[in-house]
């Protein structure tokens, strides 16, 4: 990425955190992420059951929240662009269509990370009030939790991309998110699945959510990141493909 | 320069754009005239590397719009149809980030700002949400971003839809003092447009060019006639159903009525045309009288009535 390339991305990125904080959908995406999670995770979570100073619930939960929560942040990626025709006024300004992508993406991750950072209080708490916690788990799971999220960000990009409504790239979004996530507990808990143990182990290996239990328990393992970094690439180039295909409709 | 060759884009396969040439030198200030839905908004697309034509050539100062994309959308400010803008983002937000993308030195961003703001006259606007702002003040901004970059070319998609009186005569000022130095393609369905502004008119009709001439050689080149006639008559529903019949006019009209009895017309015929002679037949026959006749050379909205409008 040369210099001008990278002031580029820049410019979009901060266009596009102007635009969350401009318009509700920042706050309201960061608040809800704290407020309803940590009500799930102090009644339902059992961590003083579990007596136990650990995020493994709760951490446990993230998939199943990022389903909602990351379509509603993205939905409007391209959809609305489309809709309002400032896509027009994006592709003829002298920008690649990855830098675009890129400055997009990043900014969406940087709305995700300060939602992640604000959690960070509840293990804090937990240190004081349960004794020390396992900072290096802790890290694991904060990186597995970014990782996770790219890879939710990219594919609901792609399907903003191709829909100009924003409720069906909502929708959309979520179905498959949430296929692609369940397939993962399916896997473990339907006994059909658990008995034929190749099938298991595809679903395993395709599920956004299976990836995600190294980073939980404080493992990085090679395969997960490979996973989270290849889907993630593999659905920013099907995004720039769609994009790129527009040009000759 | 521009140079189009034996452009093609379908959508579909429907051709929209079909078999367009045309060059624009360095300077020239050009319109595309025709009625909507005619090509135009899709050839400047093409111009502006935002859609690829299905066939053709375009090279914009010798780039190949496929090999060079980002160059030439660096030489170019391109105003689309309906101004879209980030509505949440305020005046300067917004040409901020366009001088941001633009790649225009940091410390001369804000003196550029500054002198676009003065020249599109958005002193008062200028902290002011663009979603919030009137139709005439978007477009402002909207121009004002365009040309922050001081581009070599301009493409300009209806620039003046949504401006008041005032602000069109401003916006043509403005226009006539920038195409001093720079090239210039605006489109348009206002005939009043291009007379007021433009050296050259490209007519665009269903996706192919039916004229691409100077205004002056294009009167002058133009052979076609109107005629302006009165009848005497009793009963207006024969004589208008008669004269509807009448061959040899491309377009006929009733005009209006001078008096209880008597009945204005306006016929545009070619030059060889024996509308004349049918008419006057007619009248022979029917026994009616022609108060007074006419005959003019078509003007330039007849022009581009026949050239571009709808055939009735």
Aim: proline share 3%; glycine share 6%.
């Amino acid at each position: 990425m040369d210099k001008r390339s990278f002031f580029n991305t820049l410019a979009v990125y901060k266009k596009e955190i102007q635009n969350y904080f401009y318009s509700p959908i920042g706050y309201v995406f960061i608040v809800l992420f704290l407020f309803i999670p940590n009500i799930l995770f102090f009644f339902f979570g059992g961590i003083f059951k579990e007596n136990n100073a650990t995020m493994r619930m709760y951490f446990a939960m993230l998939p199943i929240i990022y389903i909602i929560f990351i379509p509603g942040l993205t939905m409007g990626t391209w959809s609305k662009e489309k809709n309002d025709g400032t896509l027009e006024l994006l592709f003829t300004l002298p920008l690649n269509r990855y830098e675009i992508l890129i400055g997009k993406f990043l900014s969406t991750l940087t709305i995700v990370f300060i939602a992640l950072i604000a959690t960070l209080p509840i293990p804090l708490i937990t240190h004081f009030l349960l004794g020390s916690f396992d900072i290096g788990q802790l890290i694991s799971q904060y990186i597995g939790a970014l990782l996770m999220a790219s890879c939710y960000i990219a594919i609901s990009f792609f399907i903003s991309s191709l829909t100009k409504e924003l409720i069906v790239s909502f929708l959309l979004s979520t179905s498959i998110l949430a296929l692609f996530t369940f397939i993962g507990y399916l896997a473990y808990s339907v006994k059909f699945f658990t008995q034929l143990e190749w099938i298991k182990g595809i679903l395993t290996e395709i599920s956004l959510s299976t990836h995600f239990l190294n980073f939980s328990k404080g493992v990085i393992d090679s395969i997960d990141l490979v996973y989270y970094i290849g889907m993630s690439i593999l659905f920013f180039y099907l995004n720039i493909r769609v994009l790129e295909s527009k040009r000759w409709s | 320069m521009i140079s189009v060759k034996n452009l093609v884009k379908s959508y579909n396969n429907v051709p929209v754009v079909k078999d367009v040439s045309f060059e624009v030198n360095k300077g020239e200030l050009v319109g595309l005239l025709g009625p909507n839905g005619a090509g135009k908004t899709t050839i400047m697309r093409i111009l502006t590397c935002f859609l690829n034509p299905t066939s053709g050539e375009v090279n914009i100062n010798g780039m190949n719009i496929f090999d060079s994309p980002i160059e030439i959308k660096k030489l170019i400010g391109y105003l689309p149809e309906h101004t879209p803008q980030y509505g949440d983002m305020t005046t300067i937000e917004y040409l901020n980030f366009i001088s941001e993308v633009r790649g225009i030195d940091k410390n001369k961003i804000k003196s550029s700002i500054d002198e676009m703001i003065k020249l599109t006259s958005l002193e008062d606007v200028v902290s002011k949400k663009i979603s919030e702002l009137s139709k005439g003040y978007q477009k402002r901004v909207g121009l004002a971003s365009v040309m922050i970059h001081d581009p070599e070319i301009l493409i300009l998609d209806e620039p003046t839809t949504g401006l008041d009186p005032n602000q069109v005569i401003t916006f043509r000022k403005m226009l006539r003092r920038l195409s001093e130095k720079k090239t210039v393609i605006l489109s348009t369905h206002v005939l009043s447009e291009i007379e007021a502004t433009c050296e050259r008119v490209i007519i665009i009709k269903k996706g192919t060019i039916v004229a691409n001439d100077t205004l002056q050689n294009l009167v002058n080149n133009f052979t076609d006639e109107f005629i302006e006639f009165s009848l005497k008559a009793d009963n207006f529903t024969e004589i208008d159903k008669e004269i509807s019949k009448l061959k040899g006019a491309w377009k006929l009209e009733f005009m209006k009525k001078d008096a209880k009895d008597i009945f204005r017309y306006k016929a545009l015929i070619s030059k060889d045309s024996d509308f004349d002679k049918n008419l006057k037949d007619l009248i022979k026959e029917k026994n009616w009288k022609l108060i007074d006749e006419k005959r003019n050379k078509a003007n330039l909205e007849e022009i581009f009535l026949k050239l571009a409008g709808e055939e009735e």
